[in-house]
T-cell receptor, first 113, second 114 residues
Framework: DTAVSQTPKYLVTQMGNDKSIKCEQN?????MYWYKQDSKKFLKIMFS???????INETVPNRFSPKSPDKAHLNLHINSLELGDSAVYFC????????????FGPGTRLTVT | GDSVTQMEGPVTLSEEAFLTINCTYT??????LFWYVQYPGEGLQLLLK?????DKGSNKGFEATYRKETTSFHLEKGSVQVSDSAVYFC?????????????FGAGTRLTVKP
C-alpha cells in the first residue's frame, strides 16, 4: 500500500495554462505539505495544512493554491503557469506536533513550455 | 530562525569506502534531527532520526549521533555500496509550537563507483 501518493507523475503543459496535482495519504496524519524542488535539489516548503487549516504559507505566488477536501487529501492548483514553475513538486504528511518525521510522495515533475 | 547546514557535494567514492557527510544545525530549544535519502526519480525517504542529545540513529548501515555540544548530526557509513548513490538531506524539526516546520539542508549528492 502506498502511504503518500501523487498524480500525475509527469505533467507537461504550456505557459498560461491552469493545472492541478493531487495528493492522498493513507497514514491517518493530520498535517500535509507541498514542497517544490528545483533542479539543484533544493527543497522549498510551499504550504502545510492541519485539519483543513493553512498553518504555513511561505512566500509563494498567489497563483498557487492548496485545496484540502478532507484530511487525507491536499491538492495543489496552479493558475497561469510560468516557465519558472517547472520543477518537481512533492507532497508529504506527518502527525501533528513538533519533532515528527514527514512521509513524502513520489513527486510530480512539472514542465512548462 | 532554525536552520541546517550540510556539506556541499557532490561526493564521489569507490565501493567499500568510508562515508561521512557533515551536518550542523542552529535551533532554539531541542529539535529532532533527521537524515532523508532521495534515490533517482523518487521522493525523500526517512533514513534515520534522533530525538535528543547523544541519541544515535541507525539504519541500513548508516549512523548519525545527535551532538548537542557541537550542534552536529554527521552521517556515516563504514562501507558504501553502489546502491547508496543518492542525494542525502539533513533536516530538523522543532518542538510543538513550530507548526511542524521541517528545515532541510541543501542536500549532498553521493555517487559510489564500482
Amino acid at each position: 500500500d502506498t502511504a503518500v501518493s501523487q498524480t500525475p507523475k509527469y505533467l507537461v503543459t504550456q505557459m498560461g495554462n491552469d493545472k492541478s496535482i493531487k495528493c492522498e495519504q493513507n497514514l491517518g496524519h493530520d498535517t500535509m505539505y507541498w514542497y517544490k524542488q528545483d533542479s539543484k535539489k533544493f527543497l522549498k516548503i510551499m504550504f502545510s495544512y492541519n485539519n483543513k487549516e493553512l498553518i504555513i504559507n511561505e512566500t509563494v505566488p498567489n497563483r498557487f493554491s492548496p485545496k484540502s477536501p478532507d484530511k487525507a487529501h491536499l491538492n495543489l492548483h496552479i493558475n497561469s503557469l510560468e516557465l519558472g514553475d517547472s520543477a518537481v513538486y512533492f507532497c508529504a504528511s506527518s502527525r501533528t506536533g513538533g519533532r515528527n518525521e514527514q512521509y513524502f510522495g513520489p513527486g510530480t515533475r512539472l514542465t512548462v513550455t | 530562525g532554525d536552520s541546517v547546514t550540510q556539506m556541499e557535494g557532490p561526493v564521489t567514492l569507490s565501493e567499500e569506502a568510508f562515508l561521512t557527510i557533515n551536518c550542523t544545525y542552529t535551533a532554539t530549544g531541542y529539535p529532532s534531527l533527521f537524515w532523508y535519502v532521495q534515490y533517482p526519480g523518487e521522493g525523500l525517504q526517512l533514513l534515520l532520526k534522533a530525538t535528543k542529545a547523544d541519541d544515535k540513529g541507525s539504519n541500513k548501515g548508516f549512523e548519525a549521533t545527535y551532538r548537542k555540544e557541537t550542534t552536529s548530526f554527521h552521517l556515516e557509513k563504514g562501507s558504501v555500496q553502489v546502491s547508496d548513490s543518492a542525494v542525502y538531506f539533513c533536516a530538523l524539526s522543532g518542538p510543538a509550537g513550530n507548526n511542524n516546520d521541517m528545515r532541510f539542508g541543501a542536500g549532498t549528492r553521493l555517487t559510489v563507483k564500482p
